[in-house]
């Protein structure tokens, strides 16, 4: 892969590029697999950071992202709006239109959004929206305009993805179990792995999920979550053991409502960056049969993005 690039803007301080020459993962996926989250970042020079952004990223164009599906042995991709592009959806747009149909797309819109412009989203192969809730990421956006969003992508087909961390799940509970559509939870609702999986906070995601048979949840982004790694570098086969325990639980438990994603290119890491075959290499701990991995990494995404190529 090449390496990654910075345009006309200056990255945030202390900002990690994506790893280049991730290695070739152990395990392979199964045939068809999705990778149902991740982004491209501009290039800025073609596709301009959105004023409104908490953080100015490296760049990461959709040849990368293309190159990285192909490398780890994925067939599509679903790539979410970043936030560092607000509400403008261009080089999403772009990336979906390049990729001959092997990629879908989740963006970001506004209430005032016209129907012509959901419309021409839709066609482009987009096939949701994002609703952020965490408070570094993004401005708060208030929910009644959010619940009419909701209503009008509802009538396309379209789910809600939401982005949120695991103290804030009471507070906006109500407004989540109100959603009319498909709710995608981005990262497991962020919990926190130093507290225990089976207390009283991760009880009341796998509840939210028990109850609600319209949410799912990616499992992704055990390099986000984890606290005591080990990291996902230098061959480590066992990485971010911490996580495990907490992933596992979801897809045993709703093996037909889990996504798997890289989130490459991994914006806001502070730490470290992973290398991204390793980060496939985690997916066996957390799925570890192969039903539970083709229902993982294709069934469920092609149910959710390509319904109408899904068996
Ligand atoms: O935790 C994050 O910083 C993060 C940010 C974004 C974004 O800026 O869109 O997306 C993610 O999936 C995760």
Same mark, same amino acid.
């Given at each position: 892969?090449?390496?990654?690039?910075?345009?006309?803007?200056?990255?945030?301080?202390?900002?990690?590029?994506?790893?280049?020459?991730?290695?070739?993962?152990?395990?392979?996926? %199964?045939?068809?697999?999705?990778? =149902?989250? $991740?982004?491209? *970042?501009?290039?800025?020079?073609?596709?301009?950071?959105?004023? #409104?952004?908490?953080?100015?990223?490296?760049?990461?164009?959709?040849?990368?992202?293309?190159?990285?599906?192909?490398?780890?042995?994925?067939?599509?991709?679903?790539?979410?709006?970043?936030? $560092?592009?607000?509400?403008?959806?261009?080089?999403?747009?772009?990336?979906?239109?390049?990729?001959?149909?092997?990629? !879908?797309?989740?963006?970001?819109?506004?209430?005032? /959004?016209?129907?012509?412009?959901?419309?021409?989203?839709?066609?482009?192969?987009?096939?949701?929206?994002?609703?952020?809730?965490?408070?570094?990421?993004?401005?708060?956006?208030?929910?009644? #305009?959010?619940?009419?969003?909701?209503?009008?992508?509802?009538?396309?087909?379209?789910? /809600?993805?939401?982005?949120?961390? =695991?103290?804030?799940?009471?507070?906006?509970?109500?407004?989540?179990?109100?959603?009319?559509?498909?709710?995608?939870?981005?990262?497991?609702?962020?919990?926190?792995?130093?507290?225990?999986?089976?207390? %009283?906070?991760? =009880?009341? *995601?796998? +509840? *939210?999920?028990?109850?609600?048979?319209?949410?799912?949840? +990616?499992?992704?982004?055990?390099? !986000?979550?984890?606290?005591?790694?080990?990291?996902?570098?230098?061959?480590?086969?066992?990485?971010?053991?911490?996580?495990?325990?907490?992933?596992?639980?979801?897809? #045993?438990?709703?093996?037909?409502?889990?996504?798997?994603?890289?989130?490459?290119?991994?914006?806001?890491?502070?730490?470290?960056?992973?290398?991204?075959?390793?980060?496939?290499?985690?997916?066996?701990?957390?799925? %570890?049969?192969?039903?539970?991995?083709?229902?993982?990494?294709?069934?469920?995404?092609?149910?959710?993005?390509?319904?109408?190529?899904?068996?």
């Amino acid at each position: 892969m090449s390496k990654p690039t910075t345009g006309p803007f200056e990255k945030t301080a202390g900002w990690l590029d994506w790893y280049t020459g991730p290695s070739k993962p152990k395990f392979q996926v %199964p045939a068809g697999s999705v990778d =149902a989250h $991740c982004h491209v *970042f501009g290039p800025g020079a073609e596709f301009p950071y959105a004023p #409104e952004r908490k953080y100015t990223p490296c760049d990461a164009s959709k040849a990368q992202l293309f190159a990285l599906r192909d490398h780890l042995g994925f067939a599509r991709n679903v790539i979410v709006q970043a936030t $560092c592009h607000g509400a403008d959806n261009r080089a999403l747009v772009d990336a979906l239109q390049s990729s001959n149909g092997k990629a !879908r797309g989740v963006a970001t819109v506004k209430r005032s /959004v016209t129907d012509d412009e959901l419309q021409a989203l839709h066609a482009a192969g987009v096939r949701g929206v994002r609703f952020n809730f965490v408070k570094r990421l993004v401005d708060f956006t208030p929910k009644d #305009e959010l619940m009419e969003i909701a209503g009008r992508i509802a009538k396309l087909g379209w789910h /809600v993805v939401i982005y949120f961390e =695991a103290v804030d799940l009471p507070e906006l509970w109500d407004f989540f179990t109100a959603l009319p559509t498909t709710v995608v939870v981005d990262h497991m609702g962020r919990p926190d792995v130093t507290k225990p999986v089976d207390g %009283p906070e991760f =009880a009341l *995601f796998e +509840k *939210f999920m028990r109850e609600h048979s319209n949410v799912w949840s +990616k499992v992704s982004c055990p390099e !986000r979550l984890s606290v005591a790694g080990p990291k996902a570098l230098d061959g480590e086969q066992n990485a971010y053991t911490d996580v495990v325990p907490f992933a596992r639980r979801i897809v #045993e438990q709703f093996p037909d409502r889990v996504l798997w994603g890289t989130d490459w290119p991994h914006p806001n890491l502070k730490d470290h960056m992973p290398d991204d075959g390793l980060l496939v290499d985690f997916i066996p701990h957390i799925a %570890p049969t192969a039903e539970l991995q083709q229902k993982l990494l294709v069934d469920n995404p092609m149910r959710l993005y390509w319904p109408e190529e899904a068996k």
